[in-house]
Structures are given as C-alpha cells and as structure tokens.
C-alpha cells in the first residue's frame, strides 16, 4: 500500500469494532474506487455529523439540539428512567421504540481492570435526577449480562436503595456476556417485559 495517508486511513478503520486489518484495508479499497458513490458521500456525512451533534445535558444522549429529542419528548414517561451504560445502548433500545420512558447514560460501566471508578460514571446527575422534578417513580437498570455490566448495576441500586425509587432490571431472558447493542428486538421486549425487582 502506497502513502502514509493511506497506512492512516486504514489504520483509523481497523480500529473500528469487528473489523482488523484486513477487513479495513478492503473497507478502503473499497471507498478509493467508488469515491463519487462511497467515499465523498461517506466524508460529507461524517463531517456533518461531526458539527451536528451534541452531548444531551440531561440524559447524555448524542442528539442534534440539547436537551434531546428524548428528553423533549411529551409523550415519554417522565416517572419511568431507563439506566443505561453507553449510548448504544439506550439506541438499541429505541430501535424498536421498546421503551416509553426516558434514558440516563452512565457513560460506561465499573472496571477495576480499565481503573473505570463510581466516580468516571454519571451516578451523581442520576442521583439528582430522581430528586429533581418530575418525580421518578422507577429506575429500570438496563445493564449488560456481563460482569462489569452486572456490577454497575448493583452498584447503581445500592445508591439507589434509599431514595425510595422503585429499582428494577432487565430480566434474564439476555443471554449471558451477551450486550444490549446485538441483540434482537424481541429478546429486548421479553427482557423489558419480564423486568424486576433488584435483589
């Protein structure tokens, strides 16, 4: 492969989940010869995302206008918050409209591993959240089935435990290490339906 601009180029696409160096270089053999249909198409629009969105100052969703669409939403369930670790997630859970609520991104899970503490997580604007107005009558912590994800969680419901907020989380119809963002719509439902208590 010629030209540094190139070893970068696929050097930014292999880091992108799935996807090693092989894949990227056929990503961007791919772009370079449909340049008019795939490549200039591609750049515009990320470069328009790129100015367009902005971080949800109340949930930490990614949005165009801040506070998001989410948040704005009058139909939503203000009494009913959805905890989530990252945005993935939260758009995993709108793919199929499952939830009628709003969302609070965490903004990560606990991992002693990556030195990721309570305090790099947003528990505390969570915290306020609940306090503040409208009233939350519910917390459903929406958490991957893995160990980080499943820490998060009790660690979540253990600040939650005096706040006199009902905390509940997602059934365990997921599958074990299985993550939010790959899974179907209908196990998504069945494990928002089946939710409860946490222990």
């Known amino acids: 492969m010629a030209g540094n601009e190139l070893e ?8 992108m989940p799935g996807l090693g160096p092989r894949s990227a270089r ?14 200039q198409p591609l750049a515009a629009a990320l470069d328009r995302v790129d100015r367009a969105l902005v971080l949800c100052p109340q949930c930490g969703n990614l949005d165009v206008s ?13 009494g009913l918050l959805c905890v ?10 709108e793919r199929g409209r499952l939830f009628s609520g709003r969302f609070h991104v965490l903004g990560g899970t606990l991992s002693a591993l990556d030195g990721v503490g309570p305090d790099a997580l947003a ?15 519910e917390v ?13 969680a009790h660690y979540v419901g253990d600040r939650l435990r ?12 997921m599958p074990v290490g299985g993550e939010l963002d790959y899974l179907d719509e209908g196990t998504l439902q069945q494990a928002l339906r089946l939710r409860r208590p946490l222990p």
């Not at 706040?163 to 119809?173: D, E, M, P, S």
């Open 140 to 152: 459903v912590l929406a958490m991957n089935a893995t160990l980080e994800g499943q820490t998060t």
């Open 162 to 173: 005096d706040t006199g907020v009902q905390v509940t989380q997602l059934a365990h119809g």
């Open 26 to 39: 056929r990503v961007v053999l791919h772009l370079l010869k449909n340049r008019e249909t795939a490549l």
């Open 66 to 78: 801040a506070p998001c669409r989410i948040c704005t939403d009058p139909r939503r369930d203000a």
């Open 8 to 15: 970068q180029l696929t050097a930014l696409v292999a880091r």
């Open 123 to 137: 528990i505390d604007s969570l915290l306020l959240r609940i306090a503040g107005d409208p009233p939350v009558r």
């Open 84 to 93: 989530v670790a990252d945005v993935a997630d939260l758009w995993a859970l």
